[in-house]
């Protein structure tokens, strides 16, 4: 019955999930910097697992900081700017558009929303006929301090924490 079928699943999902945290501890544990830059490389969720593994095999900062640095600034942002150029191709998205018009409740909406959202993009700043404010909102301003403190608390502890790793070693 419905327990039997919800027993079979919760055991898939269990050996997936074992699976998958023994696969992040191989990796780590033999591939080391390799392995952190290949779950920094793709967006999965089993970065913060490499993580924390990468803490429990005493992964030097370092070589974690660096591997994150080139998997997520170099290697992923070149795949989601690959993707994203692709996909938003004029002639893709007018295919893709195409393609949801057939469906009931969509046809002939799309079209009229997307060249509307284009005039609102292709805009120009200061023109009067804009409906967009040019302030930002309280909120926005806000939001943007909270990023740039914790952009500035990151930066120090990473430098807080390179001090006291060169401290540890040159005291050993």
């Known amino acids: 019955g419905r327990n039997g079928i919800l027993?079979?699943?919760?055991?898939?999902i269990e050996v997936v999930s074992e699976k998958a945290k023994d696969f992040v501890f191989w990796s780590l544990g033999n591939?080391?910097?390799?392995g952190i830059l290949m779950f920094a490389s793709v967006p999965n969720p089993l970065f913060d697992l490499?993580?924390?593994?990468?803490?429990?095999?005493l992964v030097p900062f370092l070589t974690f900081f660096t591997a994150t640095l080139i998997g997520k600034a170099v290697i992923k942002i070149s795949i989601q700017t690959l993707f994203v150029v692709v996909v938003f191709r004029k002639d893709t998205l007018e295919a893709q558009i195409?393609?949801?018009?057939?469906?009931?409740?969509?046809?002939?909406?799309?079209?009229?929303?997307?060249e509307d959202?284009?005039?609102?993009?292709?805009r120009i700043p200061g023109d009067s006929t804009n409906s967009m404010p040019e302030k930002g909102s309280l909120i926005?301003?806000?939001?943007?301090?909270?990023?740039?403190?914790?952009?500035?608390?990151?930066?120090?502890?990473?430098?807080?924490?390179?001090?006291?790793?060169?401290?540890?070693?040159?005291?050993e």
Do not use: C
């Open 50 to 57: 490499a993580g924390l593994t990468s803490g429990h095999f």
């Open 98 to 114: 195409q393609w949801l018009e057939t469906f009931p409740y969509l046809d002939g909406k799309l079209k009229p929303y997307l």
């Open 31 to 34: 591939l080391g910097f390799f």
């Open 117 to 122: 959202v284009e005039k609102q993009f292709r």
């Open 7 to 12: 027993s079979r699943v919760e055991w898939a």
């Open 140 to 171: 926005g301003t806000i939001w943007e301090l909270f990023v740039i403190f914790m952009i500035l608390y990151f930066i120090v502890s990473v430098i807080n924490s390179s001090v006291q790793e060169y401290l540890m070693d040159r005291d």
